[in-house]
Nanobody
């Protein structure tokens, strides 16, 4: 079994920054893709950013230029640096990892609130 522990969410003013972390532990041989999703009230969960084992990244249009995803393979951890935050970024953020062979795990979610 694999456990994911997220941290870094909180309340921030518009224009501010936060850094989310998601650490995976347990029976892990290797991790393929790591990603961040978010879900705002009354909205569907949506992809924010994803990163492959080799470091290739992909971003949703609404975060391009503001958010950066990265990973530390030695620590089985994925990060999301969020800058220039807007009230529309308010949501619960979830990490998702794909562990060898192809098992998918989700984090418990961390609340990000952008408000003055």
């Amino acid at each position: 079994q694999v456990q994911l522990v997220e941290s870094g969410g909180g309340l921030v003013q518009p224009g501010g920054s936060l850094r989310l972390s998601c650490a995976a532990s347990g029976r892990i041989f290797s991790i393929h893709q790591m990603a961040w999703y978010r879900q705002a009230p009354e909205h569907q969960r949506e992809l924010v950013a994803q990163i492959t084992t080799g470091g290739s990244t992909d971003y949703a249009d609404f975060v391009k230029g503001r958010f950066t995803i990265s990973r530390d393979n030695a620590k089985n951890t994925v990060y999301l640096q969020m800058n220039s935050l807007e009230p529309e970024d308010t949501a619960v953020y979830y990490c998702r990892v794909v562990v060898f062979p192809r098992n998918v795990y989700w984090g418990q979610g961390t609340q990000v609130t952008v408000s003055s």
